[in-house]
């Protein structure tokens, strides 16, 4: 991102008054108070009970309606639940070949595409369901905070001059879709974090400094998300194992290194929950053999063992279904280990 977009968006993050334009006239979007954000959650209850009394279909059942006549299929209900384990697994996978150039052309691309494709499928889901009564009442209380947080060129607020509830609906159209463009999307926002001016100003808050030079009720959301996301950064660079620049600098290959070290962090508390259940005898063992009592402990416990060991299990399991009951020693990998023992042997006593 060039300099002075930066500039522009952080002073726009910082303003507690953003311009934007409704008929060609500026309005200003200020962050709701309190007392607003109480009224829209009301207002989204109100309009979700009296959509169920007026027979509006929940989301359930719209989803189910959709299966029936193909407009949204199980399998697009599928791939949309798939593709996030996908992209995890493409951006380890390109964190992981982060210095092998042709490899990282081709994995960001599929990441690209990944990510389109998720997006394309959340915007038809959501054109789908957005009349139910979950989507008619979401949308009625974001109608209420775009219009009440309105205020005209000379100070006043909109909903103080008309009410909500006179005001016509493309106003209030217009309104929404100002406010959605003011939201700061996440690419931008960790551009933000990484740079300055925001770097300097955000490490300047660290010695006392006011942020924002308003309480922490009063940040709009722009806030919130660039404070968290300078948080996570600053776990990041204080982290003993705090990647390279230059992985840091890529999204793609920073979240890869953000799965690798939740998932190691995983495997060791799994190692820790399950040899706490052990005995002494049974921890110093080569094998162990443990039953799992669901589908989540299924995944722990092979998450404990490293990619040999998950060779090792595969093989058995699908010599076992192959030919059924198999003794030990038929084991190709116990097979090698005895190979390995005999030549060790032969070998001492030469």
């Known amino acids: 991102m060039e300099q002075y977009k930066r500039e522009f968006l952080l002073n726009r993050i910082i303003s507690q008054k953003v311009k934007i334009k409704i008929d060609g006239q500026n309005y200003y979007l200020t962050p709701p108070t309190p007392e607003d954000r109480v009224a829209a959650i009301e207002r989204y209850y109100e309009t979700l009970r009296r959509s169920e009394i007026e027979g ?3 989301l359930e059942e719209t989803l189910d309606y959709l299966y029936e006549i193909d407009q949204w299929t199980e399998i697009e209900e599928e791939e949309m639940s798939e593709i996030p384990k996908e992209l995890e697994n493409l951006k380890v996978t390109y964190y992981e070949s982060f210095s092998k150039e042709k490899y990282k052309k ?3 691309k599929n990441i690209k595409n990944k990510k389109d494709r998720l997006e ?6 959501n ?3 957005k009349f139910t009564c979950e989507g008619s009442a979401e949308s009625s209380k974001i109608e209420y905070l775009a219009y009440s947080s309105l205020e005209d060129e000379d100070g006043y607020r909109m909903i103080d001059k008309v009410s909500f509830e006179e005001q016509d609906g493309g106003f209030i159209t217009a309104c929404v879709e100002g406010y959605n463009l003011t939201m700061i999307d996440e690419e931008s926002c960790r551009d933000l974090v990484r740079n300055d001016p925001w770097k300097t100003i955000w490490g300047a808050s660290k010695t006392g400094l006011p942020l924002f030079s308003i309480s922490a009720t009063e940040i709009n959301e722009n806030q919130k998300i660039l404070i968290n996301w ?3 950064y600053d776990n990041i660079y204080e982290n003993m194992e705090c990647p390279s620049d230059e992985v840091i600098s890529d999204d793609d290959a920073l979240d890869g290194w ?3 070290q939740h998932k190691n962090r995983e495997r060791e508390k799994n190692k820790n929950d399950i ?3 052990l ?4 921890k110093n063992s080569d094998e162990v053999y443990l039953m799992a009592e669901s589908q989540s402990e299924v995944e722990k416990i092979h998450s404990l063992n490293n990619p040999v060991a998950n060779r090792v299990r595969k093989q058995r399991f699908n010599k076992v279904k192959k030919e059924g009951d198999v003794e030990i020693q038929k084991f190709s990998d116990v097979q090698r280990r005895l190979q390995i023992q005999a030549n060790q042997e032969f070998s001492n006593r030469r």
């Not at 005995?279 to 049974?282: C, D, G, P, R």
Request: glycine share 0%; hydrophobic share 45%.
């Open 275 to 277: 040899e706490s259940k």
């Open 106 to 108: 081709i994995i960001k």
């Open 230 to 232: 300078s948080r996570l």
């Open 127 to 129: 054109s789908l369901i």
């Open 120 to 125: 394309e499928l959340f915007s038809k889901k």
């Open 56 to 58: 509006v279909m929940t």
């Open 258 to 260: 953000l799965i690798v």
């Open 279 to 282: 005995s002494e005898k049974t």
